[in-house]
């Protein structure tokens, strides 16, 4: 399959996640529960986690079809699958059951996952490639901070 392909498929994939997941934590960020909770100061406005969702699947798709391109593994798809279960289940876990600390184990568990794209998988076609996780492992960072700070104040 070609580059272009692979991104398609990766927009497709990643995309329908982030669909699946919005739809599964049903209204969460609006919800009752979800606005009364005491959360982290540096909380950013609703509307970021729309243009950094976005961001974060254009730049990791297209790492994805950089990464894919070459690679035919078992082992490569088996954990884009566990990361794409774990960022979809983290919505379910945190706002529709409201189990956050279950979901500070999930978003830690993803953030591991892209941790470990970004530092094994680094041949020199990959080399500059790795970076387009940056917007990844940033937002993981920061949404895993919220994570604890609502499991440790609340």
Known sequence: MSKIAYFILFLIINFGGLALGSWLM???????????????????????????????????????AELFK????????TIFSVQ???NVSWNWVFFNQHFTALGLFVISALLIIIFY??????SDRLKYAKYLLLPYLIWLCIATSLNAYVVFYN
């Open 70 to 77: 070459d690679r035919k593994s078992n082992f490569l798809w």
């Open 84 to 86: 794409v279960v774990l």
């Open 117 to 122: 794209f970004f530092i094994t998988f680094r």
């Open 26 to 64: 049903d209204n969460g960020p609006t919800s009752e529960w979800y606005l009364g909770l005491n959360k982290a100061p540096w909380t950013p406005p609703g509307w970021v986690f729309g243009v950094a969702w976005t961001l974060i699947m254009l730049c990791f798709s297209w790492y994805l």
